[in-house]
């Protein structure tokens, strides 16, 4: 892949390249509108795959937040249209690379010398490349090193990124406005956090320190004298991403290992440690034909406040949902529901939210479940579908949700769909206050 020799840093230069962007997508509109006077049967296919690779070719030379969003779209594979979610995909671990002399320039100003100064190997090709940063592989202590370099310019274009990528967002994807500006701010705040690498290095060594004890986790050691707020060292983990790993159909019993220390790992964090590395899509875990699960990137790491864990947990206890009074209650709790809303309002969102729920909480209401059931995904996805096109929720004049729910949410949708692609059975474990008792029958 052909490396980048400079990136765009002022608002300007960016700026610009989103209204290109936009001006190849007007042209996109014209083609695909002037064929469809010639052929009404056309389908918008070709429409959907010209956009997705004009926007994406853009977002990988800006790299950072814009890139970054991509990639959180990318795993919302109802979100956005396949031609969208197959290209944006590609920022997960495979967005083109930095140049050599900019990697030196980064060293540099960080840590004040080149790398060749300060490992005994490093090599000048990037491993990996994805939005934010990208890993080169080097050698020091007679050890093999993964080097995370980030981007020049991420973090200060993060929040004029992100009001760029807003009407975008509106205009191709059909996005709520509301929804989107109470977001934006709980995903400013993550970004800005992923671009502190002193931050995630203290995070990599706290979680993997607490998760030592979890069967199967693999976690890096972390170096912090090779460590800088732009630059980030730690040992390399061998292993592949999914679908590599996947291409030789491993067997069943890895699947399984492997799948149960994944729950393991999230379970432990979010009910014990009230936070999460919540940004589990796959090119953040290297698996192994051992069944052991590499996990190597911290960065996105979300605090769940306990008032909001204490409410949102409880909906996931079916014993929750057969008191009304109690799920009114959490509805308002989370903003479900909000005191504008007409009892018209209350009704349909309320029942709209439960269906959501027995849905998509079905994994813990049992001991063991299948991710391979691809009747409950379809199920799932069908359901994501009607809710998008709901014109209450679409329109509606207040967002709904507590901003804390995006990366809550975000980190189950990715846990889920890692498990069915790797076509998972895990015990799902969880304490014992979110375990539904078991209904009497009572004989008539």
Same mark, same amino acid.
């Not at 990528?165 to 191709?172: E, G």
């Given at each position: 892949m052909k490396s980048q020799q400079s990136i765009p840093t002022s608002k300007v230069a960016r700026a610009t390249q989103f209204v290109k962007t936009g001006v190849k997508i007007g042209g996109n509109y014209l083609k695909h509108n &002037?064929?469809?006077? &010639?052929? /009404?049967? !056309? %389908? +918008? @296919?070709?429409?959907?795959? @010209?956009?997705?690779e004009d926007i994406y070719e853009v977002l990988s030379e800006l790299k950072g937040s814009a890139l970054k969003v991509a990639q959180m779209m990318s795993m919302d594979r109802n979100l956005l249209p396949r031609a969208y979610v197959d290209r944006f995909q590609l920022s997960q671990y495979s967005a083109p690379p930095l140049s050599a002399p900019l990697v030196v320039r980064t060293f540099r100003q960080f840590l004040g010398k080149s790398p060749q100064e300060l490992y005994d190997s490093f090599g000048m090709e990037a491993e990996n490349a994805a939005s934010i940063g990208q890993v080169h592989a080097a050698t020091k202590y007679g050890r093999k090193l993964a080097v995370k370099v980030q981007y020049p *310019?991420?973090?200060?274009?993060? %929040? %004029?990124?992100? +009001?760029? &990528? +807003? /009407?975008?967002? !509106?205009?191709?994807? *059909?996005?709520n406005e509301k929804d989107l500006d109470r977001y934006m701010g709980e995903v400013e705040l993550r970004l800005l956090e992923e671009t502190d690498y002193l931050l995630e290095l203290k995070r990599g060594q706290e979680i993997a320190a607490a998760c030592a004890h979890i069967p199967n986790l693999v976690f890096p050691k972390y170096y912090p004298e090779l460590t800088a707020r732009r630059i980030l060292t730690m040992d390399w983990l061998d292993g592949q991403h999914l679908r590599d790993f996947l291409a030789p159909n491993p067997s069943q019993d890895v699947r399984n290992r492997i799948g149960q220390a994944m729950w393991d790992f999230y379970d432990f964090q979010i009910h014990t440690l009230r936070q999460v590395h919540a940004d589990p899509h796959p090119g953040n875990f290297l698996l192994r034909p051992d069944g052991t699960l590499g996990v190597i990137d911290f960065g996105c790491v979300k605090m769940i406040p306990d008032g909001y864990y204490e409410n949102y947990f409880a909906l996931l206890n079916f014993d929750t949902l057969d008191d009304a009074a109690r799920v009114e209650e959490i509805f308002y709790n989370l903003e479900f529901i909000v005191p504008e809303d007409t009892d018209r309002d209350k009704a349909f969102f309320s029942q709209l939210f439960v269906r959501?729920? +027995?849905?998509?909480?079905? /994994?813990? %209401? &049992? @001991?063991y479940f299948d991710f391979s059931d691809d009747t409950y995904f379809d199920e799932v996805y069908a359901l994501a579908d009607e809710v998008s096109k709901v014109e209450e929720l679409k329109n509606s004049k207040v967002a709904r949700g507590s901003q804390h729910g995006l990366y809550v949410n975000r980190t189950y949708f990715g846990l889920y769909s890692i498990l069915n692609e790797l076509r998972a059975q895990v015990s799902t474990t969880k304490p014992d206050w979110l375990k539904t008792k078991p209904k009497l029958l009572v004989a008539e």
């Open positions: &002037v064929k469809k006077l &010639v052929d /009404p049967t !056309i %389908s +918008r @296919d070709e429409l959907h795959n @010209d956009n997705a *310019g991420v973090a200060d274009s993060i %929040s %004029s990124d992100l +009001r760029m &990528v +807003r /009407p975008m967002a !509106i205009a191709l994807f *059909g996005l959501m729920i +027995r849905l998509l909480a079905k /994994p813990f %209401s &049992v @001991d």
